[in-house]
C-alpha cells in the first residue's frame, strides 16, 4: 500500500514539473477569481491569449457591490453601488529571462476597463471612484500544479478595482 500512495504521490508531482508557463503563441487560458478593493469584493473571470513569445493580451469581466451605511445630518443612510467591468489587458511575461522554473509565471502588464455604475443613495449621488474609464498597471504570477491548472495572485492599481485579485488558471 506504501508503494501504491508514493508511486501516486510521485505522478502528480512529475506531472506538475513539466508545466508548461508562460503561454505559448497561440495559445489560451482561463482565469477566475474574487479579490479585493477599496470597496467591495469582486468577482472576476478573463481570458488570455498568447500572441508572442513572453506577451499575451486578455479581456476580463468583474461584478462587484458596495454597501455603506452612513450619517448625515443626524440622519442614518445606506450607499448602495454596483460595478460591472469590461476590459483588455496586456502582460509581459518574464520567466525566460529570469530563468524561473516552468510551473511558474511571472507577469506584468497594463489593463484599460470599461466600468457601468449603477447606484443609490439618499440623493442619488454617485461613487466616489464613478469613472467610467479605468486605466489601470498590475504585476502578478501563477502557479501550475498540472500542465493545465493553476493558481494566481495578481496585484494591481490606479483603477476602480484596485488591490489583488487571487484565483485559479485553466489552459485549454
Known amino acids: 500500500m506504501k508503494k501504491l500512495i508514493l508511486m501516486f504521490a510521485f505522478g502528480i508531482i512529475s506531472t506538475g514539473a513539466f508545466a508548461q508557463a508562460p503561454l505559448e503563441p497561440g495559445g489560451t487560458q482561463l482565469n477566475a477569481g474574487v479579490g479585493l478593493s477599496g470597496w467591495g469584493v469582486p468577482v472576476y473571470i478573463g481570458l488570455d491569449y498568447g500572441i508572442a513569445k513572453d506577451w499575451t493580451l486578455g479581456g476580463q469581466l468583474s461584478f462587484q457591490t458596495d454597501d455603506d451605511p452612513y ?33 511558474f509565471d511571472f507577469y506584468a502588464g497594463a489593463s484599460l476597463t470599461y466600468y457601468i455604475w449603477n447606484y443609490d443613495d439618499y440623493d442619488n449621488n454617485p461613487h466616489p471612484d464613478n469613472t467610467s474609464l479605468g486605466l489601470g498597471l498590475q504585476v502578478g504570477g501563477r502557479y501550475f500544479f498540472t500542465d493545465n491548472f493553476g493558481i494566481n495572485l495578481e496585484l494591481g492599481g490606479g483603477s476602480a478595482t484596485s488591490g489583488a485579485k487571487f484565483g485559479v488558471t485553466f489552459k485549454l
Do not use: V
Open 71 to 103: 450619517n448625515n445630518n443626524g440622519n442614518s443612510y445606506n450607499y448602495d453601488s454596483t460595478a460591472i467591468g469590461i476590459g483588455a489587458n496586456g502582460n509581459y511575461h518574464f520567466n525566460r529571462i529570469l530563468h524561473m522554473p516552468s510551473k
